[in-house]
């Protein structure tokens, strides 16, 4: 449930971010959710991080310079699309970071979608935890430079979340 995703996207943010500030990045309507209070808790205990939550209201108030880890919470693509909307360089460092956290099944299609949004800017540090259809929780991400394609944006899963832990180290 949402504690399992809660704990995943955690691991994730130690394991790429290695910053002091994580930058929770949410819709309005989400901020009661749990699962958003229950990863801003356990990423300022457990990895002793600084939290700061952004409506999508406020994005212009945080320095640059802190959104080296970037958490946008979403539950459809529709959701992803507004955060997205709303990206630009004055805003966010395109080399740094960003995990996107979907706290609803997100078909394949969608996650591409995403990816293929994200490559339009050139953000390449990007990966995408959801259920997938069976529900196990997925990490996603993408690797636009391959050997016979470019600008390939379709979603690798290259990690599975069970039991409190990753599959692959």
Known sequence: GKMELSRAAITIMDKICNEPTINFIYLNHHKGMTALEGMAKIASLELLAT???????????????????????????????????????????????????????????????????????FILNANLIAYDSQDRLAVSTFFPFKAHACNDTRPVIVNYFENGEFIHD
Do not use: G
């Open 51 to 121: 939290v700061q939550w952004e409506s999508t209201n406020h994005l212009n108030y945080t320095p640059i310079a802190s959104k080296s880890c970037n958490v946008f919470t979403i539950t459809s693509l529709n959701d992803f699309k507004r955060i997205y909307s709303l990206i630009n360089p004055q805003l966010f460092n395109y080399h740094k970071h960003f995990l996107i956290v979907s706290i609803n099944y997100l078909p394949p299609a969608h996650i591409e979608q995403i990816f293929n949004l994200m490559w339009q800017k």
